[in-house]
Each structure stands twice: as C-alpha cells, then as structure tokens.
C-alpha cells in the first residue's frame, strides 16, 4: 500500500523560511515523478512543482508564484521530498499536499498525503 | 498558461440524480485530462484519468469523456458519499493547472 505522509507545516512569519517534507512509502521512491500542490483556506487547488526521478534527468518545474523563492529536492536513500520555501508571502498560506504522479501511466496524481498547513502570518 | 473553465460552480441534487460537469480549456490538451474528488478536511483522490480511464477502485457511476478542449464528468447515479468538491487538471503543458471545482450539494 502507498503511503505519502507530508510534515513540517508551521506558523512563519513574512519573510520567513520553512521546510516541508513528504515521506513516501509502497513503492519504489527512485523511480516515482513526485508534486507538490497546495490549497489556501477555502479556495481550490494550485499546482506548486514537479520533480522527475533522477532516472529520468531528476528535472524540476514550479509555477510562477513560487517560483525563485521554493526549491524542490528529493533523497531517494531516505525516500523523501523536500520543498524549502523560501521569502514566504501571507499569499502561501495553505494546505500543502505532496503527491506522486503516474508519468508512464496516468498523467495524473495518484497518491495523496493528508497536508501540511502553513500559515504565514505576522 | 492554460485556463479550465469548470461549470457549474455549484450543483443541487438527489440522491439518485444524474449530475454532468463539465471543463473547458483554452487550449487544445489531447487527453491529459484528469478528475479529483475533494470532501472537506480530506486530500483531493483520483477518479478519472486520461479524460475517460477510471482509477482503480472507483465505482463505475463515474465516469469521463471529451478530448481537445471540452470535458466531462458524469455521475450517472448520485450517492450519498458522492456529495463532494470535483476538479478537472491538465498534464498537458506547465504549468498544469486545476480547475476552480464543482460543489455537488445535497438538494
């Protein structure tokens, strides 16, 4: 069974920096396109970035609110992704979800973790 | 970027009520077009992939259609564990972006 268990969400101040993980069990990590999406409180869904499996050139994308100010990164040995968001906005308050995404299959987003919540806020 | 026009915003149904929502792009995505379904408090889950594939595990009430720029999703009998929040997103090109989603509301 796959499992995707985000950590790390907190209150941050503007201008501050946080860290978010995504622990990912169920499968093999190496090999597995990974996401991140969020969703700020009562609104819909927003596609953060996307990392490639190293195998596959390792490639990251990110939308254009975060990007320059979030980094994407991937352990494969601790089958874990990092987002290290960076100069954050009271704009970046959300939910942060980490997913996989199904490159050779789907083209969707598969497996979900429950969130994250960070709040940026003075 | 690519807009998703989703409509309706909102729908009131029954139990046992046929409900089609629909996503338009602003550009031609082939079929790199999937549906998530969100209950409040809870992580958006797969039901339809590649415009018209069913995730396994879903009911077969659900279901897809639509290629290029018009899509649709169609519960052909709504249940009551149905009642939920529906969003379209495209894989096409970056950045993949969502839909504003379809509130289906007991009626």
């Known amino acids: 069974e796959v499992q995707v268990v985000e950590s790390g969400g907190d209150l941050v101040k503007p201008g501050g920096s946080l860290r978010l993980s995504c622990a990912v069990s169920g499968f093999t990590f190496s090999d597995a396109w990974l996401a991140w999406v969020r969703q700020a409180p009562g609104k819909g869904l927003e596609w953060v970035g996307r990392i490639r499996s190293k195998s596959d050139d390792g490639t990251v994308e990110y939308s254009a609110p975060v990007k320059g100010r979030f980094t994407i990164s991937r352990d494969d040995s601790k089958n874990t992704l990092y987002l290290q968001m960076n100069s954050l906005k009271t704009d970046d308050t959300a939910v942060y979800y980490c997913?996989?995404?199904?490159?050779?299959?789907?083209?969707?987003?598969?497996?979900w973790g429950q969130g994250t919540m960070v709040t940026v806020s003075s | 970027d690519i807009q998703m026009t989703q409509s309706p915003s909102s729908v009131s149904a029954s139990v046992g009520d046929r409900v089609t929502i629909t996503c338009r792009t602003s550009q031609v995505i082939a079929s790199w077009l999937a549906w998530y379904q969100q209950k409040p408090g809870k992580a958006p889950k797969l039901l339809i992939f590649?415009?018209?594939t069913l995730q396994t595990g879903v009911p077969s009430r659900f279901s897809g259609s639509g290629s290029g720029t018009d899509f649709s999703l169609t519960i052909s009998s709504l249940q009551p564990e149905d009642f939920a929040t529906y969003y379209c997103?495209?894989?096409?090109?970056?950045?993949?972006?969502f839909g504003l989603g379809t509130k289906v509301e007991i009626k």
């Open positions: 997913s996989t995404y199904d490159s050779g299959g789907s083209g969707a987003f598969d497996f």
């Open positions: 997103q495209q894989a096409n090109t970056f950045p993949w972006t």
């Open positions: 590649r415009a018209s």
